[in-house]
């Protein structure tokens, strides 16, 4: 007998006739002898339409009466299935999250659950009930009592930290598609399904525009070892497995703020290409990395700055001994890449060797911004300039020089409370906090144990799209320690995440002070704030102009098989370049690469991008309404 959490999303409870589906679904794995807690989200679009109902009274309305308002979605879905249960004969109970005691921090409309009592819903199960528990919200405990809500599509948070909490054997998530797909089946119907995913591939995925699970859902999944599975609601199929290493005796206190960083790493043997000055149109990152991947040239972090005037400046890591060739290469491809609208000039190539990578790594950072900005001032009271920075979901890296990494790894270090015997801080190294989990092998569920490891896998398991994110540019920033820290720090303490960042290449000496320009993605939703804000850091700071562009999109592909795979940025490169689409920015880290693209070319950019990788499938998917 197994104890499983199950979640069913809006529109697999979108109408009577779903629910009542649901509910013999749930009949069924209670009768095979199973015991059961559900976690619903709200009918269909009800949240949206809520959310409507708002913005007609209020251009802005307060985010403690959000939180009043959007709980009531789910509040209707928890009663309406616990009826369709009862009236087949199955003893159940609704919950709304506080009289479970799902408790979060007074933080509205994003609460992070804090941990959550069981007591209750223990009593109920061993009575025999099913407990149907209200997703998405929480309440807060610290003053008076305020319903929260986890952010939009927080259900799947609620499911699996359920999951955590009561040691469920496993958490299956229900939803209006047959499982994790290649790419959004509504943009590509011959998206193709997975039968497993690691989590550290899925958490990127979602983060990057996969709004099939929320991020924070994969989050606790990979932190407690919780066996997920996402499933199609109206079908029996398997669905697909996110896989996660195993981990024993994770504390359930502080749930989802535990230890943001597990681990700092570093890499003194890395080498920096920088190509300045590259014409800014479609074909040229393709030209470039093509050329590299022929050579058989593995390449680390690739950076490609906002153009200035009509040209680009690409950068990218490779180990030291194959800078020989990679500078074989750049130096061969450069006079090709002239620029008429530089004097006619020829890219430059500039090779920077004694460099290193130092990085902070762990699941905790998601839509914590105060953490990378913790890394750049740590960085920067040691007197270390940074530059470069590549970010993912669970890992930030700065590029430094090479004699700076040794302080750069200890400051870090001692910021984080990552203790560890005395290594020394020479060729590559991983030091980790003693609670961090064992790194890779994948913990499979009970039920799929004949499933194959990852080492079959294509370097890229998926694509998604992200149109929700703008871009700030700020010029002339001074290039010496300290100016990341003070701008992450800013963006930080209104509570702005940042994506991408890109520092340009090019330094330009501006008023005897040289100076680079930092681009960055955020949300939409904050651009015109972060932009704001940023104006106002930027005339005290003596910074330049703070730009804004919000007609762009970005696409990422993600995958662990990545890295010692020449060729995978320049087959993305080359899919963009075919249907002409100019690449505005390029980020990369070890499992994912990430374009910005001009926002009415995204969807061509990920169909494109699919294709080329041979994840399209023959059958076509068709999602229900
Ligand atoms: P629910 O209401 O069940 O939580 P969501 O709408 O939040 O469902 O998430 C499911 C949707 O996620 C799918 O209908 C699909 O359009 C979208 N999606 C985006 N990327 C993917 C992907 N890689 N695999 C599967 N679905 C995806
Ligand atoms: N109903 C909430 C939303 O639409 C939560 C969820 O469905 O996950 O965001
Ligand atoms: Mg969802």
């Known amino acids: 007998m197994s104890l499983i959490v199950q979640k069913y999303g809006g529109t697999s409870v979108g109408s009577v006739e779903r629910i009542q589906a649901v509910a013999q679904r749930v009949y069924k794995t209670v009768k095979a002898g199973n015991s059961l807690v559900v976690v619903v989200s709200a009918m269909g679009k009800t949240t949206d339409g809520l959310v409507k109902l708002?913005?007609?009274?209020?251009?802005?309305?307060?985010?403690?009466?959000?939180?009043?308002?959007?709980?009531?979605g789910e509040q209707v879905t928890i009663a309406l299935l616990s009826m369709a249960l009862q009236e087949i004969g199955q003893p159940a109970i609704s919950m709304t999250g506080a009289q479970v005691g799902i408790v979060t921090e007074a933080e509205h409309t994003r609460a992070?659950?804090?941990?959550?009592?069981?007591?209750?819903?223990?009593?109920?199960?061993?009575?025999?009930?099913?407990?149907?528990?209200?997703?998405?919200?929480?309440?807060?405990?610290?003053?008076?009592?305020?319903?929260?809500t986890l952010g939009r599509g927080g259900s799947d948070t609620s499911a699996v930290a359920l999951a955590a909490a009561l040691r469920a054997n496993f958490c299956e998530i229900y939803t209006d598609v047959p499982g994790i797909l290649t790419t959004d089946p509504r943009l590509v119907p011959q998206a193709q399904l997975m039968a497993e995913i690691t989590s550290d591939e899925m958490l990127e995925l979602a983060s990057l525009g996969a709004k099939?699970?929320?991020?924070?859902?994969?989050?606790?999944?990979?932190?407690?070892?919780?066996?997920?599975?996402?499933?199609?609601?109206?079908?029996?199929?398997?669905?697909?497995?996110v896989t996660s290493?195993?981990?024993?005796?994770?504390?359930?206190?502080?749930?989802?703020?535990?230890?943001?960083?597990?681990?700092?790493?570093?890499?003194t043997d890395q080498a920096r290409v920088a190509l300045l000055r590259v014409p800014d149109k479609p074909g040229v990152a393709a030209r470039l990395f093509g050329e590299i991947a022929r050579q058989n040239v593995d390449v680390d972090l690739i950076i490609q700055s906002i153009h200035e005037g009509n040209t680009n400046d690409i950068a990218f890591t490779v180990t030291t001994p194959i800078l020989k060739r990679a500078e074989a290469v750049a130096a061969a491809?450069?006079?090709?890449?002239?620029?008429?609208?530089?004097?006619?000039?020829?890219?430059?190539?500039?090779?920077e060797q004694n460099i290193a990578k130092v990085s902070i790594s762990g699941a905790g950072m998601i839509g914590r911004p105060g953490v990378a900005a913790q890394m750049f001032a740590t960085l920067a009271e040691a007197g270390v300039n940074i530059h470069m920075i590549s970010t993912s979901e669970v890992k930030v890296s700065c590029v430094v020089a090479a004699e700076e990494c040794d302080r750069a790894v200890a400051a870090l270090r001692s910021t984080f409370e990552i203790e560890a015997e005395d290594k020394g801080t020479r060729g590559q190294g991983r030091i980790v906090a003693e609670t961090s989990p064992p790194s890779p092998p994948s913990a499979l569920s009970p039920f799929s144990s004949?499933?194959?490891?990852?080492?079959?896998?294509?370097?890229?398991?998926?694509?998604?799209?992200?149109?929700?994110?703008?871009?700030?540019?700020?010029?002339?920033?001074?290039?010496?320690p300290g100016m990341a820290a003070k701008l992450f720090g800013l963006l930080a303490q209104h509570n702005i995440s940042v994506d991408m960042i890109i520092q340009s290449q090019r330094c330009r000496v501006v008023d005897g002070i040289p100076r680079r320009d930092i681009a960055f993605t955020v949300s939409r939703i904050d651009g015109e704030n972060?932009?704001?804000?940023?104006?106002?850091?930027?005339?005290?700071?003596?910074?330049?102009?703070?730009?804004?562009?919000?007609?762009?999109?970005?696409?990422?592909?993600?995958?662990?098989?990545?890295?010692?795979?020449?060729?995978?940025?320049?087959?993305?490169?080359?899919?963009?370049?075919?249907?002409?689409?100019?690449?505005?920015?390029?980020?990369?880290?070890?499992?994912?690469?990430s374009c910005v693209v001009p926002?009415?070319?995204?969807?061509?950019?990920?169909?494109?991008?699919?294709?080329?990788f041979g994840l399209a499938g023959s059958e076509k998917f068709v999602v229900p309404a």
């Open 530 to 593: 972060a932009q704001k804000m940023l104006s106002q850091a930027a005339t005290e700071l003596g910074w330049g102009e703070v730009v804004l562009d919000s007609a762009i999109a970005k696409v990422s592909i993600v995958g662990s098989g990545m890295v010692g795979h020449p060729g995978v940025a320049a087959k993305m490169f080359e899919a963009l370049a075919q249907n002409q689409i100019n690449i505005q920015m390029i980020a990369t880290s070890e499992i994912k690469i």
């Open 54 to 72: 708002a913005n007609a009274i209020s251009p802005n309305p307060s985010r403690r009466e959000m939180d009043m308002l959007l709980s009531t």
């Open 245 to 267: 290493p195993e981990i024993q005796g994770r504390s359930l206190v502080n749930l989802e703020i535990a230890k943001a960083v597990d681990g700092v790493e570093f890499d």
């Open 112 to 148: 992070r659950i804090l941990h959550i009592e069981t007591e209750r819903m223990e009593r109920h199960l061993n009575q025999g009930k099913v407990v149907v528990v209200a997703g998405f919200q929480g309440i807060s405990s610290t003053g008076e009592l305020e319903i929260t």
């Open 333 to 351: 491809i450069a006079p090709a890449l002239r620029s008429h609208h530089a004097k006619d000039e020829e890219a430059e190539v500039m090779i």
């Open 450 to 480: 004949t499933l194959s490891t990852h080492h079959s896998y294509p370097p890229v398991r998926g694509v998604a799209l992200d149109m929700n994110q703008v871009r700030l540019a700020i010029r002339q920033v001074p290039d010496r």
């Open 212 to 241: 099939v699970l929320h991020p924070r859902a994969v989050e606790i999944a990979r932190n407690y070892g919780v066996p997920l599975v996402v499933r199609s609601s109206w079908t029996d199929d398997p669905g697909t497995w």
């Open 599 to 612: 926002q009415e070319q995204g969807s061509k950019a990920l169909q494109a991008i699919h294709a080329a």
